[in-house]
């Protein structure tokens, strides 16, 4: 069975790769037949060398690509998704790629309780770098950390799906609901020729 595609899962910044949220939403990713890959971005505290070991890791030879990212890996993930976007990283010239061949584009994004309109980041949020009705966001009531009303912000200017949930930034209350969410986009993703 080939693969449906590859979902990159991004941590935040007190988390790490092997995170409960992330074992279960790539166990739902994987039993619906995709790769799934979950980079160590605990190397760094600034989102744009995240991102740019994110580019540096591409699965290029994907036929679709998913990014999930919570907190500093949803600010990532968007960051990544408009500067593939924009063109601006190519393709490694050590893989072979002809001239007709474009680079896996991001087919979508689930963003939970993204790190937007944060002090000290290079961008309040990084630019739209896809149709509104491909980006889910979901964000806890009760995020200290990030305020709801950041995402609220992002999914109007986007276009985009916002699930509101009562939780906290961690989410943790709400990994079922995050995996079926996961589980839907996922279905919508792959079936997009």
Request: charged share 15%.
């Amino acid at each position: 069975m080939s693969s449906a595609g590859t979902v990159i899962f991004l941590h935040g910044l007190e988390s790490g790769p092997d995170g409960l949220k992330i074992q279960k939403m790539r166990a739902t990713a994987e039993a619906m037949g995709w790769q799934t890959m979950a980079p160590d971005g605990r190397f760094s505290r600034d989102p744009v060398q995240r991102g740019e070991a994110v580019l540096a890791q591409w699965p290029w030879q994907a036929n679709r690509v998913y990014l999930v990212g919570s907190s500093l890996g949803g600010y990532v993930a968007a960051w990544v998704a408009a500067r593939l976007a924009k063109e601006i990283y190519t393709k490694p010239t050590n893989q072979a790629q002809s001239a007709s061949q474009k680079p896996a584009s991001v087919n979508g994004m689930l963003l939970l309780c993204p790190a937007f309109d944060l002090p000290g980041y290079p961008l309040d949020r990084p630019e739209q770098a896809l149709p509104g009705e491909l980006i889910q966001l979901i964000h806890g009531r009760a995020d200290t950390v990030v305020p709801l009303s950041h995402s609220q912000r992002a999914a109007q200017a986007w276009g985009a799906d916002l699930a509101e949930v009562e939780d906290d930034h961690s989410l943790h209350n709400s990994i079922a609901f995050i995996c079926e969410v996961l589980a839907q986009r996922l279905a919508c993703a792959a079936s997009i020729v």
